[in-house]
């Protein structure tokens, strides 16, 4: 699927075994172990030796696994409006993926799950996100980071200085990088 979206890409997939594959090709590169292994990802992401233009988390779906990997991966995204994507961000709700189970929503009524209520959901993580990209103008009321002291840059997390926009979508999120 990947391939045909990416025609001119080089390819490289990550799963823990290459039990799960159901195709593969001569013009991608797979590499097999647990996404939640930070240290390998970084020395996997070290040894392509390039940035990456996008990466998309389409791997393990249990909340420590993906933020381990966004933490592990984003420094390795292309500073220059590069896109990290997370899909099915629905089994963040899921009790076999680390989700908080089912809670009473009272404004509408249903019962849902609330992965936000969870430390250390994926959900939440990304909500912290909203919360990054939104530094300059909490702490300073200014909408742009051009005319920031020095010490509030240096008081700013790597995701408030390099995270451009988070998009959210049905059980997909889109990170973009400042160029």
């Given amino acids: 699927m990947w391939e045909s979206y990416f025609p ?8 823990v ?10 013009r991608s590169k797979y590499h097999f172990f ?7 990802l970084q020395n996997f992401a070290m040894e392509i030796g390039v940035k990456f233009d996008i990466i998309v988390d389409d791997g393990g779906h249990e909340n420590d696994q993906i933020i381990k990997a966004f933490e592990a991966l984003f420094p390795f995204l ?13 089994t963040a709700y899921w009790n076999c993926c680390g989700g908080t189970g089912i809670v009473n929503n009272n404004r509408t009524g249903y019962n849902i799950t609330d992965p936000g209520t969870l430390p250390g959901s994926s959900i939440n993580f990304l909500k912290d996100l909203v919360d990054e990209v939104n530094f300059v103008g909490a702490n300073t009321g ?9 010490e509030l840059r240096q008081n700013m997390s790597e995701y408030a200085r390099h995270i ?14 400042k160029p």
């Fill in 142 to 150: 200014l909408g742009s980071t051009k005319n920031v002291t020095r």
């Fill in 164 to 177: 451009e926009s988070l998009h959210f979508y049905n059980s997909i999120c889109f990170i973009t990088k």
């Fill in 34 to 40: 647990d996404q939640s292994n930070e240290q390998k």
């Fill in 78 to 90: 292309n500073e220059n409006g590069g896109i990290y994507v997370i899909e099915d961000l629905h």
């Fill in 17 to 26: 075994t290459d039990g799960y594959l159901t195709y593969r090709s001569n």
């Fill in 8 to 15: 001119n890409a080089e390819l490289h997939f990550i799963d």
